[in-house]
Structures are given as structure tokens and as C-alpha cells.
């Protein structure tokens, strides 16, 4: 069989044009006006206009019909000077971060298709990588009431291993008590070393007044605005069925994409432990809120981002993990992202961590977050609540694609060749095989569910710790490391066992 390759050239346009171009942005009103102009601006607005109160201090997501945007610009004016109105700013996408490799790949592809054409199976080219299931929506299986036993995988986590989680976990087992939100591309919710570790909305399991599964009755019955949100909820399709749906590694190499990239992240930070499958995240026994606001192509928007974080606060999560960000808000804009830094300010008040990826550089490449131009954000927002993660190797070195910052990057954690869940129930730490290009799981996304993880471990340990008792926990127990001695605010990895044990 032959697989052909149409070479297309992709352009890039800015996150902002993007968003106007389709008449997507956020408006934020002075909170106590807002009763008061709410009705002065549906009726600034073409009648067909979609408006969402975004429930964060004023904020308003607006989208104009496709027909109106030659009238862009006069609305934009329009809604900026009104009065209550604070700030108007693209709805930005959010992407994920690629990883480190890809581009190499793409290129060694689409130089060896442009001399050859096409790509014969009989080469071995693509033999490595499996296709990945082409499902979407699939139903949310109960627990399965796991057995024990050792994760037979689990020698195959350098990561888990080298940060001491074993030797944690002898002293200080975690509960499912402990909720860590996973803001991503979702999770293969039926993944055998995942589902006995999903959270489940007490408020949509059971039975109703009329003897109707609560979980699939069609009803909000917790009254928290979403339908049989079970294990949490797809902020990219507005459904209750967040699952990672993943791009098979031909999309990924031409147009970029999302390689499972949640259920990934997932296993590390509470991937089952000692059910005799598989491997074991940080926090073996937490409970995993999946929320979806990135699609299939690897991006999703602000508002969705917004939503989802603001799903986690109202529902009882403790952590939120956060593997995705950019280089600044917006390279083409000098406005900022408002509407999100408010959000992480949101979880602030709440006592909700914020736990998010450095960044992985440009190119490949790592940088100063403290110096350069472009930061990774949102890890660099000047906000305590924030515990940003950089990125190391099994020999202790940061890795070459890892943003660091003396002030602004709190830790590292393993981030290299990492080792995980997949979708399909599947567990690989490679991504994709072509060419003789090895693509590993590596990136500071990976580090990140890590540190989420021993965060989780930490709570269920010291239940009535605060976040910043939390955040200063994870920082004094990190192993120096010369590597790192200046770059990060703790200059040390993850020390998961210190972190427990040392109490």
C-alpha cells in the first residue's frame, strides 16, 4: 500500500486577525455596571450576534455573523467606547505545545516527498507508528473495581522512578479525595489505567426522583449548568463527553495536531496505581477532572480556557494542570490576554494551583522566560498561584528545548523520553517513528502533570494545607541541581519523596 503526500504550503496569520477575522472577541464590563449596559449592548450588536457572559468579572464572549464583518471594526469602536466597557480583545487561540522534534520531522517529510512523491509501507517509513482509534464520543464506562498488583510498566518510567515516587508512595498513599483537573485535548476516558481514577460528579450519579440514571437523563441535576457533566466536560464540542480525540501521524506531520497529548499528561499525574496494569502516575489514587478545550487540531480559544478553569473552581478541584501556552499572548498584538490572566486570578481567590508548562522555546530551542520578549505564557504571569515547570532529562540536564527563569520558573520535573498512557489504552513514550526520527514524549507539557501530581500526593498527605503551604512544600523539598543553580526559582527538580517524607 502507498500512502500519497499533497505538499501543502501553510500560512501562518496572527491569533488576533484570526479571531476578527470571524468576528470572535471578549469584552469585559465594569462588574457593577454591567446590569446597567448589558442591554445597551445587545442593542450596539447586529440582532443575529451570538453574546456569552463568560460568569468572570464582566466578561462577554461576542461573535459576529460572517455577513456583518465588513462592519467589524465599527462594532469594535463601538463597544470600546461605551460606557462600563473596559477592555475589548481578540478571543485568542490557544495551542498546544508541539513537541520538540516535530519540526524536524516535518521537514525531513516534506523534503523527501517533494524528490519522491510518495511513501511505499514496504520501506518501513511508517510500520513504527500505529494508527490511533478514530472514535469520537465514546460512552463513559464505570469503574472497574481494579485489581492489585504491581504496574508492570512501571521500571519503564525513568521519570516516576528518579523523582522518588515509590518511596512516596509507601509512606503516604494518596486518596481519590484530592481532585487535579486536566485542561487539554481530554482523555481516553475508557483507558483501563485511567478509568478507575476519573473524578465522578456525585450530583449526576445515582438515580433521580423519577428512577432515571442520573448520568444519562438529559437533566443538570446538580444545577451547575451542565448536562450529565459525569467526569467533567468538552468545552471544544459543548458536550459531556470529553474524550482526547487524537490525529492520526500523517496530520501530525503535514498540518500539526494533537497526538493524545491529555491522556498522556493524565497518566502522570494519577495514572492507577498497583492494579496490576500498566504504569502508575504521582498521585496513583487521585481523581482525574477531564476538561477538554483543545480540539483534534491542537487548538482551542480563550474563552473556552476561561470556561474551563472556571469549571474546575466551581466543581471542587484542588489543581488544575495546564500543558499549553505560547510564545507571549500574542506575538502580532500588544494587547494582552486579559480575559485569562483574570481567570488564573479567579483560581488565586479560590486556592485553586495553577500548575503550567515553562514552554519549549522557540524552534526547539529554550529561553530565558525572565529576559526575552515572548515569554512562555501563561506560565510567566506575574501571579503567586502559578507553579511554573521546566523541563529535565534522565542525567539531570535541563532539557535543550526547556524555557527556564530565574524568577519566573519555579521547578523542574522529568520531561524527556517520558513514558505514559495513550490513547487506545495503550502506553508508549514515543510519539512517532519516521525516517529514522525518533519523536519522544518530551516537553515541559510533560513535566507539568509531574509536579500536578505531587501536588495532589501532598493534599492527600496534609488535607488542610493551603496552596501557598502547598506551593512551598514543592519548592524547599526540590533536589539542587548545578544545572540549574540560577535558572529557576528553586534551582532543583522534583523531589517527590523529600516532599512527604520530610515533613
Known amino acids: 500500500m502507498k500512502i500519497f503526500f499533497a505538499l501543502i504550503v501553510n500560512i501562518s496569520i496572527s491569533a ?42 464582566g466578561w462577554h464572549r461576542i461573535q459576529l455573523p460572517k455577513s456583518k464583518l465588513h462592519s467589524l471594526s465599527m462594532h469594535i469602536n463601538a463597544l470600546s467606547k461605551m460606557p462600563g466597557v473596559l477592555y475589548v480583545q481578540p478571543n485568542y487561540k490557544i495551542r498546544l505545545l508541539e513537541q520538540p522534534g516535530m519540526a524536524e520531522l516535518r521537514a525531513k517529510v516534506k523534503d523527501y516527498t517533494s524528490k519522491n512523491f510518495e511513501i511505499a509501507d514496504s520501506d518501513g517509513a511508517i510500520s513504527e507508528t500505529p494508527s490511533v482509534p478514530k472514535i469520537d464520543n465514546p460512552a463513559i464506562p464505570p469503574r472497574n473495581n481494579p485489581g492489585r498488583g504491581e504496574d508492570p510498566l512501571l521500571d519503564q518510567q525513568w521519570g516516576m522512578l528518579d523523582i522518588g515516587a515509590s518511596r512516596a508512595w509507601d509512606k503516604s498513599p494518596s486518596t481519590n479525595n484530592v481532585i487535579v483537573a486536566v485542561i487539554d485535548t481530554g482523555v481516553d476516558y475508557q483507558h483501563e489505567d485511567l478509568v478507575d481514577n ?11 426522583s423519577q428512577g432515571r440514571d442520573k448520568s444519562t437523563n438529559d437533566i443538570d441535576d446538580d444545577g451547575n449548568g451542565y448536562i450529565d457533566d459525569v467526569i467533567g466536560w468538552d468545552f471544544v464540542a459543548n458536550d ?19 497526538p493524545g497529548h491529555g491522556t498522556h499528561c493524565a497518566g502522570n499525574v494519577a495514572g492507577r496505581g498497583q492494579n496490576g496494569k500498566g504504569i502508575s502516575g504521582v498521585a496513583p489514587n487521585a481523581s482525574i477532572m477531564v476538561l477538554r478545550f483543545i480540539s483534534q487540531k491542537g487548538e482551542g480559544t480563550t474563552a473556552d480556557a476561561v470556561k ?3 469549571y474546575a473552581i466551581q466543581n471542587g478541584a484542588k489543581i488544575t494542570s495546564n500543558s499549553w501556552g505560547s510564545e507571549g499572548d500574542d506575538p502580532n498584538e500588544s494587547n494582552e490576554n486579559r480575559a485569562l490572566h483574570e481567570a488564573i486570578q479567579e483560581c488565586q481567590a479560590n486556592g485553586v494551583l495553577f500548575i503550567a508548562a515553562a514552554g519549549n522555546g522557540h524552534q526547539g530551542v529554550g529561553y530565558d522566560n525572565d529576559s526575552d520578549p515572548k515569554p512562555g505564557v501563561p506560565a510567566s504571569y506575574n501571579d503567586d498561584i502559578i507553579i511554573s515547570v521546566a523541563a529535565i532529562d534522565s542525567n539531570n540536564q535541563l532539557g535543550s528545548f526547556s524555557n527556564w527563569g530565574k524568577n519566573s520558573v519555579d521547578i523542574a520535573a522529568p520531561g524527556v523520553n517520558v513514558f505514559s498512557t495513550t490513547v487506545g489504552s495503550n502506553y508508549s513514550d514515543v510519539v512517532l517513528d519516521l525516517f529514522g526520527i525518533k519523536v519522544t514524549w518530551d516537553g515541559t507539557s510533560m513535566a507539568t502533570p509531574h509536579v500536578a501530581g505531587a501536588a495532589a500526593l501532598y493534599l492527600s498527605q496534609n488535607p488542610g494545607a493551603t496552596w501557598m503551604q502547598v506551593k512551598e512544600a514543592l ?3 526540590a533536589t539542587p541541581l548545578s544545572d540549574l543553580t540560577g535558572k529557576l526559582v528553586s534551582s532543583g527538580k522534583l523531589n517527590v519523596d523529600r516532599l512527604v517524607n520530610t515533613q
Open 16 to 57: 488576533a486577525y484570526a479571531a476578527n477575522s470571524t468576528g470572535d472577541f471578549l469584552v469585559k464590563f465594569s462588574p457593577d455596571k454591567l446590569a446597567s449596559y448589558r442591554g445597551t449592548m445587545l442593542n450596539a450588536l447586529p440582532s443575529d450576534a451570538k453574546v456569552e457572559d463568560l460568569e468572570l468579572a
Open 198 to 208: 476519573l473524578w465522578r460528579n456525585s450530583g449526576e450519579t445515582g438515580t433521580d
Open 240 to 258: 459531556n463527553k470529553p474524550y482526547d480525540l487524537a490525529s492520526e501521524p500523517i496530520e501530525l506531520i503535514m498540518g500539526g495536531g494533537n
Open 308 to 310: 474551563s478553569l472556571k
Open 475 to 477: 519548592l524547599k523539598s
